[in-house]
Protein backbone atom coordinates (compact mmCIF):
# COMPACT_ATOMS: atom_id res chain seq x y z
CA UNK A 1 0.00 0.00 0.00
CA UNK A 2 1.77 3.50 -1.15
CA UNK A 3 1.36 6.01 1.31
CA UNK A 4 1.46 10.09 -0.88
CA UNK A 5 2.51 12.69 1.51
CA UNK A 6 4.89 15.20 1.17
CA UNK A 7 8.86 15.07 2.11
CA UNK A 8 9.89 15.88 5.36
CA UNK A 9 11.76 19.07 6.58
CA UNK A 10 14.64 18.28 8.32
CA UNK A 11 16.93 20.97 9.70
CA UNK A 12 20.24 20.27 10.43
CA UNK A 13 22.33 22.52 12.98
CA UNK A 14 25.45 22.44 14.95
CA UNK A 15 28.49 24.97 15.50
CA UNK A 16 30.60 26.02 12.57
CA UNK A 17 33.46 23.28 12.08
CA UNK A 18 31.16 20.36 13.09
CA UNK A 19 31.23 19.02 10.03
CA UNK A 20 27.45 19.75 8.75
CA UNK A 21 28.54 19.97 5.61
CA UNK A 22 30.29 16.56 4.64
CA UNK A 23 27.24 14.83 7.19
CA UNK A 24 24.66 16.75 4.81
CA UNK A 25 27.25 15.54 1.52
CA UNK A 26 26.72 12.19 2.73
CA UNK A 27 23.02 12.22 3.62
CA UNK A 28 22.32 13.44 -0.16
CA UNK A 29 24.66 10.78 -1.62
CA UNK A 30 22.95 7.72 0.08
CA UNK A 31 19.18 9.01 0.35
CA UNK A 32 18.16 9.82 -3.00
CA UNK A 33 15.25 11.23 -2.23
CA UNK A 34 16.68 13.88 -0.48
CA UNK A 35 17.70 17.11 -1.35
CA UNK A 36 19.55 20.60 0.03
CA UNK A 37 17.50 24.00 0.60
CA UNK A 38 20.21 26.06 -1.08
CA UNK A 39 20.56 29.74 1.15
CA UNK A 40 20.91 33.14 -0.27
CA UNK A 41 23.61 35.54 2.21
CA UNK A 42 25.57 37.96 1.53
CA UNK A 43 28.58 37.16 3.13
CA UNK A 44 31.63 36.79 0.90
CA UNK A 45 32.45 33.87 -1.21
CA UNK A 46 35.26 31.93 -0.16
CA UNK A 47 37.69 30.18 -2.64
CA UNK A 48 35.61 26.89 -2.74
CA UNK A 49 32.08 28.43 -2.87
CA UNK A 50 29.99 27.45 -5.56
CA UNK A 51 27.04 29.93 -6.74
CA UNK A 52 23.78 27.90 -6.67
CA UNK A 53 25.17 25.06 -4.85
CA UNK A 54 26.85 26.02 -1.50
CA UNK A 55 24.94 29.68 -1.44
CA UNK A 56 22.71 32.11 -3.76
CA UNK A 57 25.46 34.86 -3.77
CA UNK A 58 23.31 38.18 -3.07
CA UNK A 59 24.11 41.93 -2.11
CA UNK A 60 22.72 43.33 0.68
CA UNK A 61 19.81 45.57 -1.15
CA UNK A 62 19.28 42.23 -3.03
CA UNK A 63 18.61 40.31 -0.29
CA UNK A 64 16.33 43.18 1.52
CA UNK A 65 14.22 42.89 -1.49
CA UNK A 66 13.58 39.05 -1.37
CA UNK A 67 12.71 40.14 2.44
CA UNK A 68 9.77 42.74 1.13
CA UNK A 69 8.87 40.03 -1.25
CA UNK A 70 8.45 37.61 1.10
CA UNK A 71 10.58 34.86 -0.35
CA UNK A 72 12.30 33.43 2.30
CA UNK A 73 10.82 30.86 5.14
CA UNK A 74 13.22 32.27 7.43
CA UNK A 75 15.73 34.51 7.56
CA UNK A 76 18.92 35.62 9.78
CA UNK A 77 21.67 38.38 10.00
CA UNK A 78 23.96 35.50 11.55
CA UNK A 79 27.19 37.22 13.31
CA UNK A 80 25.43 40.40 13.59
CA UNK A 81 26.53 40.83 9.99
CA UNK A 82 25.42 39.07 7.22
CA UNK A 83 22.21 37.49 6.04
CA UNK A 84 21.33 34.27 5.65
CA UNK A 85 18.14 32.80 4.36
CA UNK A 86 16.21 29.59 2.87
CA UNK A 87 14.00 31.05 -0.15
CA UNK A 88 10.66 29.71 0.60
CA UNK A 89 9.45 28.72 -3.04
CA UNK A 90 12.08 25.74 -3.66
CA UNK A 91 11.09 23.72 -0.03
CA UNK A 92 7.53 23.91 -0.56
CA UNK A 93 7.72 22.79 -4.34
CA UNK A 94 9.92 20.00 -3.78
CA UNK A 95 7.92 18.67 -0.43
CA UNK A 96 4.56 18.95 -2.39
CA UNK A 97 6.72 16.46 -4.63
CA UNK A 98 7.51 14.26 -2.13
CA UNK A 99 11.08 15.12 -1.55
CA UNK A 100 12.62 15.27 1.92
CA UNK A 101 14.10 18.75 2.21
CA UNK A 102 17.70 19.59 4.38
CA UNK A 103 18.06 22.91 5.70
CA UNK A 104 21.73 23.39 6.86
CA UNK A 105 20.73 26.43 8.92
CA UNK A 106 21.69 28.07 12.44
CA UNK A 107 19.44 27.59 15.45
CA UNK A 108 17.68 31.02 15.73
CA UNK A 109 16.63 29.69 12.10
CA UNK A 110 15.94 26.57 13.21
CA UNK A 111 13.34 27.85 16.27
CA UNK A 112 11.60 29.63 13.79
CA UNK A 113 11.25 26.97 11.29
CA UNK A 114 9.86 25.07 14.04
CA UNK A 115 7.15 27.23 15.01
CA UNK A 116 6.04 27.67 11.32
CA UNK A 117 6.48 23.73 10.59
CA UNK A 118 5.90 21.66 13.91
CA UNK A 119 6.13 18.55 11.99
CA UNK A 120 9.71 20.20 10.68
CA UNK A 121 12.48 17.56 12.37
CA UNK A 122 15.50 19.48 14.14
CA UNK A 123 18.56 17.53 14.25
CA UNK A 124 21.33 18.76 16.05
CA UNK A 125 25.03 18.17 15.28
CA UNK A 126 27.43 18.54 18.78
CA UNK A 127 31.19 17.73 18.74
CA UNK A 128 32.55 15.15 21.14
CA UNK A 129 34.40 18.12 23.17
CA UNK A 130 34.35 22.22 23.00
CA UNK A 131 38.31 21.90 22.10
CA UNK A 132 37.18 20.03 18.75
CA UNK A 133 35.70 22.83 17.52
CA UNK A 134 38.16 24.91 17.70
CA UNK A 135 40.53 22.35 16.46
CA UNK A 136 38.55 21.86 13.38
CA UNK A 137 38.16 25.66 12.52
CA UNK A 138 41.63 26.45 12.98
CA UNK A 139 42.44 23.29 10.41
CA UNK A 140 39.90 24.83 7.88
CA UNK A 141 42.26 27.65 7.96
CA UNK A 142 39.76 29.87 5.54
CA UNK A 143 38.93 31.97 8.37
CA UNK A 144 41.16 34.82 9.84
CA UNK A 145 42.01 34.57 13.29
CA UNK A 146 39.08 36.99 14.49
CA UNK A 147 36.58 35.47 12.34
CA UNK A 148 37.80 31.87 14.22
CA UNK A 149 37.56 33.45 17.61
CA UNK A 150 33.75 34.99 16.39
CA UNK A 151 32.72 31.77 15.68
CA UNK A 152 33.93 29.90 18.43
CA UNK A 153 31.97 32.13 20.60
CA UNK A 154 28.83 31.95 18.01
CA UNK A 155 29.54 27.66 19.16
CA UNK A 156 28.99 28.58 22.78
CA UNK A 157 25.98 30.13 21.62
CA UNK A 158 24.75 27.17 19.38
CA UNK A 159 25.47 24.34 21.56
CA UNK A 160 23.54 26.33 24.48
CA UNK A 161 20.62 25.67 22.48
CA UNK A 162 20.91 22.31 21.86
CA UNK A 163 18.35 21.26 23.82
CA UNK A 164 15.61 22.83 21.32
CA UNK A 165 16.20 19.82 19.03
CA UNK A 166 14.01 17.42 18.47
CA UNK A 167 17.91 15.00 18.21
CA UNK A 168 21.62 15.05 19.48
CA UNK A 169 23.65 13.72 16.99
CA UNK A 170 27.18 13.52 18.22
CA UNK A 171 29.96 13.82 15.73
CA UNK A 172 32.91 11.37 16.60
CA UNK A 173 33.21 9.21 13.79
CA UNK A 174 31.46 10.72 10.28
CA UNK A 175 30.40 7.50 9.01
CA UNK A 176 28.25 6.79 12.40
CA UNK A 177 26.81 10.63 12.81
CA UNK A 178 25.75 10.14 9.20
CA UNK A 179 23.89 6.77 9.83
CA UNK A 180 22.64 7.80 12.75
CA UNK A 181 21.10 10.62 10.79
CA UNK A 182 19.71 8.63 7.93
CA UNK A 183 18.00 6.20 10.51
CA UNK A 184 16.19 9.06 11.84
CA UNK A 185 15.05 10.02 8.46
CA UNK A 186 13.44 6.58 7.76
CA UNK A 187 11.82 6.53 11.52
CA UNK A 188 10.42 9.84 11.33
CA UNK A 189 8.57 8.30 8.01
CA UNK A 190 7.22 5.99 10.30
CA UNK A 191 5.75 7.86 12.74
CA UNK A 192 1.56 7.13 12.94
CA UNK A 193 0.95 11.25 12.61
CA UNK A 194 2.50 10.70 9.28
CA UNK A 195 0.94 8.02 7.93
CA UNK A 196 -2.93 9.07 8.15
CA UNK A 197 -3.66 8.03 4.46
CA UNK A 198 -1.97 4.66 4.95
CA UNK A 199 -4.35 4.02 8.41
CA UNK A 200 -7.14 5.41 6.50
CA UNK A 201 -7.16 3.04 3.85
CA UNK A 202 -6.61 0.51 5.97
CA UNK A 203 -9.70 1.15 7.96
CA UNK A 204 -11.56 1.42 4.94
CA UNK A 205 -10.76 -2.32 3.94
CA UNK A 206 -12.01 -3.05 7.67
CA UNK A 207 -15.21 -1.40 7.37
CA UNK A 208 -15.92 -2.76 3.78
CA UNK A 209 -14.90 -6.66 5.11
CA UNK A 210 -18.01 -9.31 4.35
CA UNK A 211 -17.72 -11.36 7.68
CA UNK A 212 -20.07 -13.52 5.78
CA UNK A 213 -17.84 -14.06 2.69
CA UNK A 214 -14.94 -15.20 5.22
CA UNK A 215 -12.82 -18.58 4.64
CA UNK A 216 -14.54 -18.25 0.99
P1 LIG B 1 28.80 29.73 6.78
O1 LIG B 1 29.11 31.18 6.61
O2 LIG B 1 29.89 29.01 7.54
O3 LIG B 1 28.48 29.06 5.48
O4 LIG B 1 27.48 29.63 7.68
C1 LIG B 1 27.38 30.31 8.89
C2 LIG B 1 26.13 29.89 9.63
O5 LIG B 1 24.96 30.30 8.93
C3 LIG B 1 26.00 28.39 9.85
O6 LIG B 1 25.63 28.17 11.21
C4 LIG B 1 24.88 28.01 8.93
O7 LIG B 1 24.17 26.88 9.43
C5 LIG B 1 24.01 29.27 8.97
N1 LIG B 1 23.10 29.38 7.82
C6 LIG B 1 23.35 29.06 6.53
N2 LIG B 1 22.27 29.29 5.76
C7 LIG B 1 21.29 29.73 6.59
C8 LIG B 1 19.91 30.12 6.40
O8 LIG B 1 19.36 30.09 5.32
N3 LIG B 1 19.24 30.53 7.50
C9 LIG B 1 19.80 30.58 8.74
N4 LIG B 1 19.03 30.98 9.76
N5 LIG B 1 21.09 30.22 8.96
C10 LIG B 1 21.82 29.80 7.91
Given amino acids: MQNNREGL ?13 TICKIILERNKNAKLSVSATTRQKRQDDIEGVNYFFKTKEEFERMIENNEFLEYMQVFGMNYYGTPRAFVDEERRNGHDIILEIDVKGAKKVKELCPDAVLIFIAPPTMSDIKTRLLGRGTESQSEIERRFNEAFFE ?3 MEQYDYIVVNDVIEKASKAILDIIEAEKCRTSRNDELVKRFKEVIESYDESSAGK
Avoid at 9 to 21: F, M, Q, R, Y
Fill in 9 to 21: LIVISGPSGVGKG
Fill in 159 to 161: IGH
